[in-house]
């Protein structure tokens, strides 16, 4: 453990500018990025005493070994470097969100000669527009069935199209109007891409004007009486309505949104983002961090807001974005935000109305997310077993600690002496096990003292137990949860691998002895 005094910069090193600063382990490695209006400032936070800083933060300035800064002009610059480091990196030390699952997008492939409609997921690509994410990639392939009856755009591998344009024959999709079949020549690529862009158009959320333009079109054949056109123009109007009620309308004025929610504890942290894109939920995504750094609720949001627009083009930043709480450079980040847009971008908590009440849905979703992420975590055997395997190497133990046991000292004012345990096995807490301690009451608050009791009394306990069972004695051992029919307490039937107590060196001493 390094003394951060060691690597400490001497005064008058740092400047008082915008800029980026990395911190290194001893083998050189990067274990934290960060920015600041003033490095000067920012910098000077992280050499306090220990005592005084945040655990995590304690944590990280004892494992580096030195500490470096990259001066920038702007705060906007400062974001924009920070982000790519983050990724050049990744750092041990900073929040990273990870998605909790692999969304698919439908994606149309402009920057092809003959654009084509498919499903996309991992990293996009340049010139390739995306709409979603979608929860499955089965409600998209619905939406494009539909499409396609109004929107022929081509939906087949380069190798089915390369086959189809030797052959000469269009595939089946062409034979049944679902396709404009450019392989075969039937339409120009000049007209395919129109297609393809009224395509991206409609997804986009400009449904009403299409729609309406429809609409006349079938009342005009109507009133030349081609009553056959004017059929199929109905069946394309009700295929692009079903197309557009498998998205909810939750904002009236056509609204192009992204809100964004959190739910935290201490040591994790879940997203929520729903894309509103005309109005409409077009997507919703999320991620969980562990919460590796000192960060507050403000802070999550920023990066957040890095992790979703700084590898999206342009076109992916809506005009709003809605957030719980402004980061703390509000400023900065609304116009790093309007840069990659290509124009003005709102940052904003929203106040009231539909808004309001849609972001509250969609913190009840990052809240559920939580939720099911610990329930998941807690319960895969193979993430205990490792979490286990982990304890024992750092404490050097023979083998892994199958049964945790937890002791802490409670009183008021020296009066009132009580002593909790809480008991883990495999990882999972056994709530039945968990007991409560009276102790007797000590002269002056001797936390010491009442530590070495419950130590004693709970392995005593233990020994005893071992020769005879059935029996229990009336030393003020209560259950908390769970007792038998007949009120008592289980026995303390198992011995713990590991006991941790609350507290400092005498308390650990006092445990030892005991």
């Not at 306090?48 to 990259?70: D, G």
């Not at 050049?88 to 698919?104: G, L, M």
């Not at 390739?128 to 109004?150: C, K, N, Q, S």
């Not at 609204?255 to 929520?272: C, F, H, K, N, Y």
Request: aromatic fraction near 8%; include cysteine; charged fraction near 30%.
């Amino acid at each position: 453990m390094a003394d951060p005094t060691s690597y400490r910069p001497a005064p008058g090193q740092i400047p008082d500018v915008p800029g980026v600063y990395k911190f290194r382990d001893e083998h050189r490695r990067v274990i934290y990025v960060g920015k600041a209006k003033s490095l000067k400032q920012r910098l000077a936070n992280y050499f306090q005493p220990l005592a005084s800083l945040h655990p995590r933060t304690a944590t990280m300035v004892t494992t580096a070994a030195s500490v470096e800064w990259t001066v920038v002009s702007t705060e906007v610059e400062a974001l924009q470097l920070e982000y790519s480091w983050i990724k050049e990196y990744d750092p041990r030390f900073n929040v990273k969100y990870r998605d909790d699952k692999s969304y698919p997008y439908l994606a149309v492939t402009l920057n092809e000669e003959f654009p084509r409609v498919q499903v996309m997921r991992g990293q996009k690509k340049k010139g390739v527009r995306y709409f979603g994410p979608y929860a499955h990639a089965w409600a998209i392939r619905e939406t494009v069935d539909l499409m396609l009856r109004v929107f022929p755009v081509r939906t087949c591998s380069a190798g089915v199209f390369r086959n189809a344009a030797s052959a000469g024959r269009p595939c089946l999709l062409g034979y049944i109007g679902k396709c404009s079949a450019p392989c075969v020549g039937r339409v120009a690529p000049e007209e395919h891409r129109e297609l393809a862009e009224e395509f991206c158009d409609f997804m986009a959320g400009r449904t009403g004007t299409y729609i309406r333009r429809l609409e006349k079109q079938m009342m005009a054949a109507a009133e030349e009486m081609e009553y056959e056109k004017a059929g199929r123009l109905r069946d394309d109007i009700g295929a692009l309505r079903r197309a557009m009620e498998k998205s909810a309308v939750v904002l009236a004025d056509a609204t192009d949104a992204d809100l964004i929610a959190l739910a935290e504890d201490e040591l994790e942290a879940a997203v929520q983002i729903f894309h509103v894109r005309g109005g409409r939920v077009r997507g919703q995504r999320g991620w969980v961090t562990d919460k590796v750094e000192a960060v507050d609720t403000a802070g999550l949001v920023e990066h957040a807001l890095q992790q979703l627009y700084g590898e999206e083009s342009g076109e992916a930043v809506p005009k709003e974005v809605l957030v719980p709480a402004l980061p703390e450079d509000a400023e900065a980040v609304t116009q790093w935000l309007s840069g990659r847009r290509g124009s003005l971008v709102s940052l904003r908590i929203p106040q009231r109305g539909d808004k309001k009440d849609l972001m509250a849905t969609v913190a009840r979703n990052a809240q559920q997310a939580l939720v099911l992420h610990k329930t998941k975590r807690a319960s895969d055997l193979t993430t205990r077993s490792r979490a286990l395997e982990e304890i024992a190497e750092a404490l050097d133990l023979e083998s892994a600690p199958l049964r945790i046991e937890c002791f802490d000292i409670s009183h008021l004012q020296g009066e009132d002496v009580v002593a909790s345990m809480v008991v883990f096995e495999d990882g999972l807490p056994r709530k039945s096990e968990y007991r409560r301690f009276q102790i007797k009451s000590f002269e002056g608050q001797d936390d010491v003292r009442a530590m070495h009791e419950v130590i004693g009394r709970r392995f005593r306990r233990y020994l005893a137990e071992k020769e005879r069972t059935g029996e229990w004695g009336e030393d003020g051992e209560v259950a908390v949860d769970e007792a038998g029919d007949d009120g008592r307490p289980k026995r303390f039937a198992y011995p713990p691998q590991l006991v941790v107590v609350d507290g400092g060196q005498p308390q650990v001493a006092a445990a030892r002895r005991a």
